[in-house]
Nanobody, 124 residues
């Protein structure tokens, strides 16, 4: 099992940047493919980004490509989501997720472990 804790959310103006962190407690963090999802009020949880357990492959939602970058540091058991050029429509609760295996699923139902979420609010 792995326990996930997100941090780094907050309030930022449009065009600004934030970096979210996802700390993992538990064994063998390096075995997990990591993902970021977000959920705005009244909307379904949607895929943002994923990174393979080796860190060699990444995937992004079209809405964030070129603006967001996901990375991981296995030595620190942490994955990151660098968010630049933020827009008001990026406002949501952002969740970190993990699953075993090396497939970069965009379906949240494929992920076994979840953090509690961190709020990101982008003002116009």
């Amino acid at each position: 099992q792995v326990q996930l804790v997100e941090s780094g959310g907050g309030l930022v103006q449009a065009g600004g940047s934030l970096r979210l962190s996802c700390g993992a407690a538990g064994r063998t963090f390096s075995r997990y493919t990591m993902g970021w999802f977000r959920q705005a009020p009244g909307k379904e949880r949607e895929f943002v980004a994923a990174i393979s357990h080796t860190g060699g492959r990444e995937a992004y939602a079209d809405s964030v490509k070129g603006r967001f970058t996901m990375s991981r540091t296995d030595a620190n058991n942490t994955s990151y989501l660098q968010m630049n050029s933020l827009k008001p429509e990026d406002t949501a609760v952002y969740y970190c997720a993990a699953r075993t295996g090396n497939i970069l699923y965009s379906d949240y139902r494929e992920y076994n472990y979840w953090g509690q979420g961190t709020q990101v609010t982008v003002s116009s």
